[in-house]
């Protein structure tokens, strides 16, 4: 039986909604609305077009409109923390304090940074995705990513992640 | 020699997600020679790229949930608990609106410290025949002070006879760091075993509603209230585990 062509996708989709997330009960709830979304309106889709980049733009729509997102970034930082600690690893602590660093920023950086640096979509893609100029998208980007620069090097911002 | 050009915000971008010509990647690889402070903040972005396919990339080795699997296939859509399903199942059962507030998840695989020590006590003790509490149900009220005290908050010991689970007793257990927590063990007469696992919560961290993760093979129910959180280990049917959760929460709001 052939593949149902969103199938191949569907492990970019699932990465990228555990890393925006950060719990994969969710993550995995957020991709099955987005499949059953994009099975709905598959004859919206035009065929020739990215269907990656359509797929994902359904998620981002979903991830936008119902996730109660900040609450469940925090409860989970707290299991990531307490998880680690266990194990003092440089390269754990440094993990750790890089998913709080993401935690601090907007919604709306995270997942620009994630669609292009982790799902490696391009700049076209990501302004189809997030429904921007591409102009704005690599404002944004350029933005979000100083951002998490200067949260990982303790220049700027709450440090509180770095208290023990 | 002429000096390189300054290159813009999206070239600095660009360069970080390799999607440069060669030339162009030359040309800015001429100044960042020169600017170590741009040099700096493109090492930093590419490290950030770098780290999130460290934390991630594993994500696409792992199979996928079945239930992403047939979603996109022509077979039914059976049989998937999801967070309508619990919302609506607890809203007929009558808890009220304001325990989920649209955070009732299932199912989840990561694993936090709670849970997995909720697990480990519950595989731990429940298979321990001579002593399976430090305390017995014989002497409920001295166990139910005991250790009301020691975490710091009035409990009640939950009912679950309509369950058919008898109280055997109760144990105190190390939780995090410097914490407490305790165990409940219910028993039914063919001999299964229940336990609520509790401790007392990160002050910091958000209350939650009902969610079910898989432990160990074991599907723990946990939630948390004001300072203590909650897991429930040992019901393998999920409406039955998700009825008992209910109950034990009402007789701990009392």
Redesign the interface.
């Known amino acids: 039986m052939a593949q149902?062509p969103?199938?191949e996708h569907?492990?970019?989709l699932?990465?990228y909604a555990?890393?925006l997330l950060r719990?994969?009960?969710?993550a995995?709830?957020l991709?099955?609305d987005t499949?059953?979304r994009g099975?709905k309106k598959l004859s919206l889709f035009k065929v020739g077009s990215d269907l990656r980049a359509w797929l994902f733009t359904i998620m981002h729509n979903l991830f936008i409109n119902q996730i109660?997102r900040n609450?469940?970034w925090?409860?989970?930082l707290?299991?990531d923390e307490?998880?680690s600690?266990d194990e003092l690893a440089e390269e754990l602590v440094?993990?750790r304090d890089?998913?709080h660093a993401l935690q601090l920023l907007s919604d709306e950086q995270r997942a620009i940074?994630?669609l292009?640096?982790?799902e490696?979509l391009?700049?076209e893609q990501a302004a189809q995705v997030l429904e921007l100029p591409v102009?704005t998208v690599?404002?944004r980007?350029?933005r979000a990513?100083?951002r998490?620069?200067l949260l990982?090097?303790g220049e700027n911002g709450p440090q509180l992640w770095r208290v023990k | 020699m002429s000096q390189p050009q300054i290159p813009n915000?999206?070239d600095?971008?660009?360069y970080?997600?390799g999607?440069l010509s060669p030339t162009h990647r030359a040309q800015i690889d001429l100044y960042l020679a020169d600017h170590p402070e741009a040099l700096e903040?493109v090492r930093?972005?590419q490290e950030?790229?770098r780290?999130?396919?460290?934390?991630?990339?594993h994500?696409?080795d792992?199979p996928?949930?079945e239930?992403?699997?047939t979603?996109?296939?022509s077979k039914q859509r059976r049989g998937?608990f999801?967070?309508a399903a619990v919302l609506a199942w607890l809203l007929v059962g009558g808890v009220s609106g304001y325990l989920f507030?649209?955070?009732v998840?299932?199912?989840?695989?990561?694993?936090?410290?709670?849970t997995e020590r909720a697990a480990i006590a519950h595989v731990v003790y429940t298979k321990e025949m001579l002593h399976p509490v430090e305390v017995g149900a014989d002497q409920e009220a001295h166990l139910v002070q005991w250790l009301s005290k020691r975490l710091g908050h009035p409990l009640h010991i939950p009912d679950l006879t309509t369950f058919g689970y008898q109280l055997v007793g109760g144990r105190l257990l190390p939780g995090?760091?410097t914490g407490v927590a305790t165990q409940f063990m219910y028993q039914t007469t063919t001999g299964v075993r229940l336990t609520l696992y509790i401790s007392v919560k990160?002050e910091?961290?958000?209350q939650?509603a009902f969610?079910i993760?898989e432990q160990d093979g074991q599907q723990v129910m946990y939630w948390a209230e004001d300072t203590l959180s909650f897991a429930l280990v040992g019901e393998k049917d999920r409406q039955r585990l998700l009825a008992i959760a209910q109950l034990t929460y009402k007789a701990m709001s009392l």
């Open positions: 149902h969103f199938n569907i492990p970019n699932r990465r555990i890393a719990d994969r009960s969710l995995d709830d991709v099955q499949l059953e099975l109660p609450k469940l925090l409860q989970n707290q299991a307490a998880h600690g440094t993990a890089f998913m940074i994630l292009i640096g982790l490696q391009s700049y102009g690599m404002s980007l350029a990513r100083e998490l620069r990982m090097s | 915000e999206a600095l971008q660009a970080v997600d999607r903040q930093a972005y950030q790229n780290m999130l396919h460290g934390l991630f990339d994500v696409l792992e996928l949930p239930e992403l699997i979603v996109t296939s998937v999801r967070v507030r649209g955070e998840t299932n199912t989840l695989v990561v694993s936090t410290p709670f995090d760091n990160d910091s961290s958000a939650t969610r993760e």
